[in-house]
């Protein structure tokens, strides 16, 4: 398997889960300290530093970790960056676009190339979030690239039905991370006020009243990668607390 985004948060939760339950990883992000941190504390992967906005570099990353693990049979597609972008000569558009949306896509053909034999069940499960479902002011780029991923996991879910591959997506809420409080963060100065009156502000916002935490998340990536999930295929779960429901 392979777990893009594994140093930190969502990534590294999912990573320590699959491990614990057997998978052999193979984690890739830009941040290789921090992957080498997880691998330590999983004993050991495969490792490689990735940034997924290159083409080449993609396809040589999956080309190792298939010769250092064999052929896949599944990609959790975690890698992203976030927060908020403006018109104007810094604006971060067209970085989170290629990042979260292509970068993501040529992570999910990379792996498909070097997927295991039909005969078994394969696996792609890409993070999205609840912003690819909700309008935030100011967060154009992010919502447009993890909307664009739903629209991406439906269409390859069709496209690979037939090659036994299910795909999924899983949108995130609110979830304890260094991402999450960064934003809150952000929340703070705009209401000139403390990261706890932030963080109870965005609370209101979700009916359970918490943040998930990344093993939350991490759970549903080992749900869907399960035996239960025969059959679930196309689908965006929603895990947010209540905060988006259909």
């Excluded at 993070?127 to 739903?150: D, E, F």
Aim: aromatic fraction near 6%; glycine fraction near 10%; charged fraction near 20%.
């Amino acid at each position: 398997m392979v777990v893009t985004g594994a140093g930190r948060g969502i990534g590294k939760a999912i990573a320590l889960r699959l491990a614990s339950e057997g998978a052999r990883l193979s984690l890739l992000a830009r941040g290789v300290d921090a992957l080498h941190a997880t691998a330590d504390e999983i004993g050991g992967a495969f490792v490689a530093q990735l940034d997924i906005r290159d083409a080449s570099q993609v396809e040589q990353a999956f080309a190792d970790a298939a010769e250092a693990n064999g052929p896949l049979h599944a990609l959790v597609a975690n890698s992203g960056i976030g927060g908020p972008n403006e018109v104007g000569p810094e604006d971060r558009f067209y970085d989170l676009v290629a990042t979260n949306l292509i970068g993501t896509y040529q992570c999910v053909r990379a792996a498909e190339r070097r997927f295991a034999d039909p005969s078994d069940r394969r696996d792609i499960v890409v993070i999205s979030s609840i912003l690819a479902r909700i309008a935030v002011p100011g967060y154009t780029g992010y919502s447009a690239s993890k909307a664009g991923l739903l629209g991406l996991v439906r269409s390859l879910a069709a496209e690979l039905a037939s090659a036994n591959v299910q795909v999924n997506a899983i949108c995130p809420g609110w979830v304890d991370t260094n991402l999450a409080w960064e934003g809150l963060d952000l929340l703070a100065e705009a209401i000139g006020g403390t990261r706890e009156q932030a963080y109870e502000q965005a609370m209101t916002e979700v009916p359970l009243r918490r943040m998930s935490q990344p093993a939350d998340i991490a759970g549903t990536v080992a749900w869907l990668l399960s035996a239960d999930s025969r059959g679930v295929t196309g689908q965006a779960i929603d895990h947010n607390g209540g905060a988006y429901v259909i």
